[in-house]
């Protein structure tokens, strides 16, 4: 198994600001994701986080407002840019302990309210 | 992903079998079950996964048909504690082992009742 700790666990943030979230995990692990979910709804994907390269980004998602950095093999943070209150979301880092794999690991995310 | 159908909402009595159905008709021969379930303020945990045979664990048993088309987590002593959102996932096969992205669907609520 493996622990993953989110930082912040929630933030309180004005518009037009950014916030960087990060996700530390206690083993190395092969893939790391970034999932949202927005009030009362399931879980989307945002982007997988690739060790020493460009993040991999779902449609409707782009790098220059939800930038990620995967440095090392346990540790990856996902920044939302320029917040706006339809970016009140909680965000979820996720992580798979090999390749092939879905059994997923998830962190308790961060709740994040844009005023 | 394999389009997964499910009921939007369950109740359960406490102490009793809970079965989840879920309808995967367009799934592919290489292509897995997975069960995960959301408790509130959570983040998903993961349950159960299969490709054709039942499968069961600590958490749960899992049920595929014959022709794979649809399953059924069975969860068979509910606790009020497994009240959360469960979801059923047909993550696509990708080439080169990768592994496949999870898209969650909007679950089944399974409220377990005193």
């Known amino acids: 198994s493996a622990v993953i700790s989110q930082k912040p666990s929630r933030d309180i943030c004005q518009r037009g600001t950014s916030l960087t979230i990060q996700c530390q995990v206690d083993s190395q692990v092969t893939m790391m994701f970034w999932y949202r979910q927005q009030p009362g709804q399931s879980l989307t994907l945002i982007a997988t986080a690739n060790q020493g390269s460009e993040a991999t980004y779902e449609s409707g998602f782009v790098i220059d407002k939800f930038p990620i950095s995967r440095p090392n093999l346990t540790f990856s943070t996902l920044t939302v840019s320029n917040m706006s209150p339809e970016d009140s979301s909680i965000y979820l880092c996720?992580?798979?302990?090999?390749?092939?794999?879905?059994?997923?690991?998830f962190g308790s995310g961060t709740q994040l309210s844009v005023l | 992903d394999a389009k997964t159908t499910q009921p939007t909402s369950m109740d359960c009595a406490e102490g009793r079998a809970a079965n989840l159905p879920c309808n995967h008709s367009t799934i592919s021969g290489n292509e897995y079950v997975y069960w995960y379930r959301q408790i509130h303020s959570q983040g998903p945990q993961y349950i159960i996964h299969g490709l054709k045979n039942n499968e069961t664990n600590e958490m749960a048993s899992l049920i595929i048909t014959e022709d794979r088309k649809s399953s059924t987590l069975i969860l068979p002593h509910a606790t009020l504690r497994d009240t959360a959102v469960y979801y059923c996932?047909?993550?696509?096969?990708?080439?080169?082992?990768?592994?496949?992205?999870?898209?969650f669907g909007t679950g089944t609520l399974l409220a377990v009742q005193p």
């Open positions: 996720s992580v798979a302990l090999r390749l092939s794999n879905e059994k997923l690991f």
């Open positions: 996932i047909v993550p696509k096969v990708r080439t080169g082992g990768a592994t496949n992205k999870l898209i």
